[in-house]
């Protein structure tokens, strides 16, 4: 099993910067790599069990189902259900942590899967510097421009 | 009803280090302002789950708290009063690290729930809150920023003691490149003095070719690890170590081989700690190569406004760094390449009379366009002996760093004579013989590197595991600047 860590700071409170992430399909709204998101089925995008299905800016599609989300711990988990990234028994969960000292909250995004020993480097980088750091880079410059 | 406080910040250090202090159930009295006192009750250790602390505060309270969970994995201590003058009941804390990635910086969580007695609810969740935690968080900050957690030696010894894994490169057979062979191998858990490092890059020299050769075999007997420098990160520290925490990035220079590995456990008395705007790479490429152009642009050569230096290699790992240095103390920089691109190379770093030579001829060129060289930085050896003779002015000084050609043959004092020659065949772990001497040269080549005094030479990476490819490469005379391995 491979881990995948990546955590950061960004300047906006929890509560704020949760509006921005919660919603399962809103990702093309933050995240600079999708291109376009939508759930299956037509369900509401906060209902667990619900499936994202998205493009990446360079023309993955990937679906994703929500395991669980909280609204009180400020988190969500979902895993990979279909990729071409070759990865196996993907589970993610992001979350968000108030920092009392200065309005400011500490974000989480890590993953657990199984892959081919030699991609590993790769998707680690791949996953904790491009998909996660990139996120909260760019969550990181929204929120410094309000 | 309980009440529940918490409180959280980042600080601007590493997780290993923020944690070697919060780890230790008996610090408080070392960086946190309300405790005057601290000990462990029964002479048990601070990372003994159940131990009991006893406080005495600055306002003359007492507090006995039990120690509950400790984990090394998670960062996690949680503990309880058991006993207190002030009225904080069924008091529990939980303290919780977690690394910050985007920076290295640590995010630390306090949280505690407790009843109080009516009416003095809001006073003491005041008291918790700003008193204890946020006091805490502002007073470890600044024990960390002053160095307070760097005086002495650590308390409680970290718990990785075990041996570590570590790839590395063996010499089994003395000989060619082919004789570096990958392999797998232990870090043993540092001893008192040491630190163990995670190596992420590692400097190649030209000793470390010699060594696999076998021709310094009291210095690397069979079978043996080469290399003498490397840059990583701390993993553990031994007892009797001050000014080094895990988590540090630092880098070493030893006068044992054994650098061709991925963990490596030290003297702490070899290791410096990196500033930020040296990279692992960069460090591992310019530690000795640097400290060499120190002492010999400085001790040695006593190099100034008009010396005439003659380098060899000029292109190599130390010869650009000589020539730039050089040329910014006003010498002038005369060097022997090999190709014309080396030429252009080492002019663009200082030296502004390259002779490209093959051969190794070139002390007509030196002493009809200089009148001879001053100053000699000879890494050929053998090859070139006669005309280093011949191209030394008189008084000259002839320092001999390596031998790249074969060994040289014993020079005789009649010859020196002739010249009044002075010959030098200078060791850098003379010229860096103590922590302190190897800190002040270490700092001396990053600060030249920051302000552009020395500009970095160019770095060729190859894995760890094909160190023979570098040797090979190095060997061939091809390369222009310095070779690292990449763990």
């Known amino acids: 099993m491979i881990r995948v860590y990546t955590s950061s700071v960004i300047d906006a409170s929890a509560d704020t910067v949760w509006s921005r992430i919660r919603d399962f399909n809103a990702m093309p709204q933050w995240h600079p790599g999708i291109a376009d998101s939508r759930i299956e089925d037509g369900d509401s995008s906060d209902r667990v069990g619900c499936i994202r299905h998205f493009h990446t800016r360079d023309g993955g599609m990937i679906r994703e189902r929500l395991l669980a989300l909280s609204d009180y711990d400020y988190s969500c988990v979902y895993e990979i259900l279909e990729s071409p990234m070759g990865v196996e028994n993907y589970v993610a969960t992001l979350k968000l942590t108030p920092i009392t000292d200065g309005g400011r909250c500490f974000a989480e995004w890590s993953a657990e899967f199984d892959c081919a020993e030699a991609r590993e480097t790769e998707l680690v980088e791949t996953i904790g510097q491009g998909v996660f750091q990139g996120g909260f880079d760019a969550l990181k410059r929204h929120f410094s421009r309000r | ?487």
């Open chain 2, 1 to 487: 009803m309980l009440q529940h406080v918490v409180r959280s910040t980042v600080i601007d250090a590493p997780i290993a280090r923020v944690w070697a202090v919060l780890r230790d159930f008996n610090s408080h009295d070392r960086w946190h302002d309300v405790v005057a006192e601290s000990r462990i009750e029964g002479g048990e250790r601070g990372d003994q789950v159940g131990c009991v602390r006893s406080f005495t505060l600055k306002d003359g309270n007492r507090i006995r708290e039990q120690l509950l969970t400790l984990s090394d994995t998670e960062y996690k201590s949680t503990y309880c009063i058991v006993e207190a003058t002030v009225p904080l009941q069924r008091y529990v804390a939980t303290l919780t690290l977690k690394p910050v990635t985007d920076g290295d910086r640590t995010f630390w969580h306090w949280e505690s729930i407790f009843a109080t007695p009516p009416g003095r609810e809001r006073e003491l969740r005041e008291m918790v809150a700003e008193g204890v935690y946020e006091a805490g968080f502002a007073n470890l900050r600044r024990h960390l920023s002053g160095g307070g957690d760097r005086r002495g030696s650590a308390a409680v010894a970290m718990p990785s003691a075990l041996p570590l894994p570590t790839r590395r490169v063996v010499v089994h057979r003395y000989g060619g490149p082919e004789m570096l062979q990958p392999g797998e191998g232990v870090a043993a858990a540092p001893k008192a003095g040491e630190v163990r490092i995670r190596q992420r890059a590692i400097g190649v020299n030209y000793l470390d070719v010699y060594l696999r050769k076998g021709w310094i075999p009291s210095l690397m007997p069979l079978p043996g690890v080469p290399g003498m420098e490397a840059a990583g990160t701390i993993v553990d520290v031994g007892s009797e170590v001050s000014g080094l925490l895990p988590g540090d990035r630092v880098a070493y220079l030893g006068p044992a081989p054994g650098a061709y590995c991925s963990v490596r456990t030290v003297p702490a008395a070899w290791v410096v700690r990196l500033p930020t705007a040296i990279e692992d790479e960069l460090a591992a490429a310019t530690l000795l190569k640097g400290i060499t152009a120190d002492f010999l642009l400085r001790d040695l050569g006593r190099v100034g406004p008009g010396t005439r230096l003659l380098v060899h290699a000029a292109a190599g790992g130390v010869g650009l760094l000589v020539c730039g240095w050089a040329h910014r103390l006003g010498a002038t920089v005369i060097g022997t390449v090999s190709s014309d691109e080396k030429a252009r190379v080492a002019r663009e770093y200082g030296c502004e009379h390259p002779i490209v030579t093959s051969e190794h001829r070139f002390a007509d060129a030196v002493q009809s366009r200089f009148g001879g060289a001053d100053v000699l930085v000879d890494g050929i050896g053998d090859a070139a002996r006669d005309e280093n003779f011949a191209a030394l002015a008189r008084r000259g000084h002839w320092i001999s760093l390596g031998q790249a050609s074969g060994a040289l043959q014993p020079i005789g004092t009649d010859q020196l004579v002739e010249k009044s020659i002075t010959f030098s065949r200078p060791a850098v772990f003379d010229y860096v013989a103590t922590n302190a001497a190897l800190a002040e040269r270490a700092a001396r080549v990053w600060a030249a590197l920051a302000d552009g005094t020395l500009k970095a030479a160019p770095i060729e990476r190859h894995s760890l595991g094909a160190a023979d490819e570098a040797h090979a490469r190095l060997e061939s005379r091809r390369t222009i600047g310095a070779l690292v391995l990449v763990a």
